[in-house]
């Protein structure tokens, strides 16, 4: 499976973008899918999650969705902050819901996208 981040740009505080996860190879509704994001300087972090049965609420500033007509998982973002940039990737596992945060279990991955929050 060959995942394409894409969606990423510059935004001012307080802005909105939509990143999408497009899949190719594969049908992305049978994985586990998972929005991780690094900052400058900072360790990789697990952002978002959905799978078949379940979606996670992150901050309530952020959102994911699935089209599966589309083959694509998407990350609203919204009410962005500064600290909110990050080179965000998507992923996509085979795990169970429970450890969707765990990001070796990730055996796809997307390039990555820049998001840059402006303050």
């Known amino acids: 499976v060959q995942l394409q981040a894409s969606g990423g740009g510059s935004v001012q505080a307080g802005g909105s973008l939509r990143l999408s996860c497009a899949a190719s190879?594969?049908?992305?509704?049978?994985?586990?899918v998972g929005w991780f994001r690094q900052a400058p300087g900072k360790e990789r972090e697990f952002v978002i999650a959905?799978?078949?049965s379940a979606t996670d609420s992150a901050n309530g500033r952020f959102s994911i969705s699935r089209s599966n007509a589309k083959n694509t998982v998407y990350l609203q973002m919204n009410s962005l902050k500064p600290e909110d940039t990050a080179v965000y990737y998507c992923?996509?596992?085979?795990?169970?819901?429970?450890?969707?945060?765990?990001?070796?279990?990730?055996?796809?991955w997307g390039q990555g996208t820049l998001v840059t929050v402006s303050s």
């Open positions: 992923a996509a596992s085979n795990g169970v819901w429970s450890t969707r945060g765990q990001e070796e279990l990730y055996i796809y």
């Open positions: 959905i799978n078949r």
């Open positions: 190879g594969g049908t992305l509704r049978r994985y586990l």
